[in-house]
């Protein structure tokens, strides 16, 4: 079954903690986004990779990192500097100027 | 950096009437102009998208138009259905290299 697979769904975290949200897609694309969705604010891009071992910063990309070492995985962390990491959190590939996105990883600090 | 700006934020119609939800973009250089529509719960899915060399383009229930001279783009959907109540996306982007903004999106519901 291809896709966008994202894990975990649900994640709590203590303050201070950094957490990693894992992000794998089967479909071979080689373009790759994270997107924070928030209550009235959208979709906003933290970091996108259009190609393995590079990314770049999104618009909103202080206190969160990325890696991008295998074309199917683009794993994002949220550390203990991003000041508010409460929110929805999507992956998605693109092809042909489509995104396919992941079901989401809803990430609440404690 | 690209600009969008969606409204309403909110709109509510009666099944059967049509809806309309306008975008407003920054960057004259964008060129493609993608709808996404997201159910409560579910990921975001595309339903139409339109380049920058033609005004409009249909798909069944759904149109997009685009003037690309005022630089706004518009969904409209016909006959709407209860299915149809979703938040509603629009996007830009200039290249295909380029990073896909965003509208900050449109709850839609279509009562009975």
């Known amino acids: 079954d291809g896709g966008i697979t994202q894990s975990p769904k649900y994640l709590f975290r203590k303050e201070g903690q950094n957490v990693t949200l894992s992000c794998e897609q089967n479909?071979?694309?080689?373009?790759m986004y994270w997107y924070r969705q928030d209550p009235g604010q959208g979709l906003r891009l933290i970091y996108y990779s259009q190609i393995v071992n590079d990314f770049q910063k999104g618009d909103i990309a202080e206190g969160y990192s990325v890696s991008r070492e295998k074309k199917e995985s683009f794993p994002l962390t949220v550390t203990s500097a991003q000041k508010n990491p409460t929110a929805f959190y999507l992956c998605?590939?693109?092809?042909?100027?489509?995104?396919?996105f992941g079901e989401g990883s809803r990430l609440t600090v404690l | 950096g690209e600009n969008v700006e969606q409204h309403p934020s909110t709109l509510s119609v009666q099944e059967g009437d049509s809806a309309v939800i306008k975008c407003t973009y920054s960057d004259s250089a964008s060129n493609y102009f993608p709808w996404y529509k997201q159910e409560l719960g579910k990921r975001p899915q595309l339903i139409i998208d339109i380049r920058s060399n033609v005004g409009e383009k249909k798909d069944q229930r759904i149109a997009v138009t685009l003037n690309k001279t005022a630089k706004h783009f518009s969904l409209h959907i016909t006959e709407t259905q209860p299915e149809d109540s979703a938040v509603y996306f629009c996007?830009?982007?200039?290249?295909?290299?380029?990073?896909?903004?965003f509208g900050t999106g449109t709850r839609l519901q279509v009562t009975l």
């Open positions: 998605a590939s693109q092809y042909t100027g489509e995104l396919f």
């Open positions: 996007a830009a982007r200039a290249g295909t290299a380029s990073k896909l903004t």
């Open positions: 479909l071979n694309h080689d373009a």
